[in-house]
């Protein structure tokens, strides 16, 4: 079968993949513990599930607006905005998660001829992404020492007439590397000054391990230092909501009204219990940032768990500590070696003979990393860091 050219170097989601084979083998019988998937372990909160159940039994099962309900475009504006900044809620687009948020934006900005600034290590996606906008996605990478984060000398290094977006994440998936306020205004002016479209992914915003409890962001700069921008953030990440599938852009007026027009041939509004539930949560504030506390908290200790472990346990393997996000990147080179020479290898050795599920670097864009998430249970953890370290150790 002939396929499109649009899609003739798309690759599958690693991610998705290693935890889809990781349930297989467990539906097999195999001791798994799956930790490749990017999803918090916790339950949406009740209150939130609740405003769903009652929206459905009110009836508000029907279509709503493209860019989503008004009344919910409202209160994102509100929960996104800081003090003294007023955001407009025709700025706002309501999408079937994050993902389709990145896409409507790569999809809306560029096209064949242009490239792409994508921040290394990077996820998965966002390559694919650009890739279907028929565009170059060209990858910048700062200093390990640095958490690879990036400063304008580092994008100075890539940058070419044909430049026209910039895309990354902080905190970042898949490193938990946050950049600070002087950092990301650093990178903003950069941007600001080449006419590039700064794409800034958000999602895990929310679960920060530092002081406030929110990474820095776009919104928290001088509006002097950013020009064109696209805001990307959503409820999967801090509020357990995953499988709601709720995310959503900040953008211009004008930007927003072509986001909402290419959603809108593609899957029109994102289903509506679930735009009831994420009202409930955008609305409620007070009662939402002491569930999304709680959880951070518990991330909080996880990942000094993890840490310390690894230091106890797998004293040779390097990581980046997380400052937030729920993951730990680590060095598996040291693992190569009888035919294995790749990240790729090692995580299917460990798969095999440990049944523990991690996901490998090229995924990334680092072939000498791998990613674990450590959004699981402490004895999980601990468990799978133990049966890590008879191989790695």
């Known amino acids: 079968m002939e396929l499109s050219s649009n899609v003739s170097s798309l690759k599958p989601s690693a991610t998705i993949a290693v935890s889809s084979l990781a349930k297989r083998l467990a539906a097999e019988g195999r001791d798994i513990i799956n930790l490749s998937a990017g999803e918090p372990d916790f339950d949406t909160p009740a209150w939130i599930s609740d405003a769903a159940i009652q929206g459905i039994r009110d009836g508000r099962t029907r279509y709503t607006p493209t860019p989503g309900l008004p009344e919910l475009r409202a209160a994102i504006a509100r ?68 958490g690879f984060r990036l400063t304008p000398d580092d994008l100075e290094k890539v940058v070419t007439p044909a430049s026209r977006g910039l895309l990354f994440s902080s905190p970042c998936n898949p490193t938990g590397v946050v950049y600070t306020a002087d950092e990301l205004q650093a990178v903003a002016e950069w941007a600001r000054d080449r006419g590039i479209y700064l794409i800034s992914d958000e999602i895990y915003r929310h679960i920060y391990f530092g002081e406030g409890g929110e990474a820095p962001g776009l919104l928290d700069l ?13 409820a999967s990440k801090s509020f357990a909501m995953t499988g709601w599938r709720i995310g959503f852009s900040v953008s211009t007026p004008e930007l927003a009204s072509t986001m909402g027009a290419v959603q809108s041939h593609m899957t029109s509004n994102a289903a509506t219990p679930s735009q009831m539930a994420a009202l409930a949560a955008y609305t409620d504030v007070g009662r939402t940032h002491e569930a999304v506390g709680a959880m951070r908290e518990a991330f909080r200790r996880r990942r000094d768990l993890v840490t310390q472990r690894f230091d106890q346990k797998l004293p040779q393997l390097s990581y980046l500590r997380p400052e937030g996000a729920f993951y730990l990147f680590f060095r598996v080179d040291s693992g190569y070696g009888d035919g294995r020479e790749s990240a790729g290898a090692v995580c299917s050795w460990l798969l095999e003979e440990t049944g523990v599920a991690v996901v490998p670097g090229e995924a990334f864009g680092e072939p000498r990393y791998a990613r674990m998430s450590f959004a699981s249970s402490d004895a999980l953890l601990e468990d799978a860091i133990d049966r890590m370290a008879t191989l790695l150790g």
């Open 79 to 146: 929960f996104v905005g800081v003090p003294g900044t007023a955001i407009d809620p025709s700025r706002v687009v309501v999408s079937s998660g994050a993902k389709q948020s990145l896409f409507n934006a790569c999809f809306s900005l560029f096209g064949p001829g242009d490239e792409v600034i994508v921040a290394a290590p990077y996820w998965t996606s966002y390559p694919e992404m650009v890739g279907l906008a028929r565009a170059t996605p060209v990858f910048a990478a700062g200093r390990e020492d640095r």
């Open 222 to 234: 001088p509006s002097t230092s950013l020009g064109p921008h696209v805001i990307i953030n959503g």
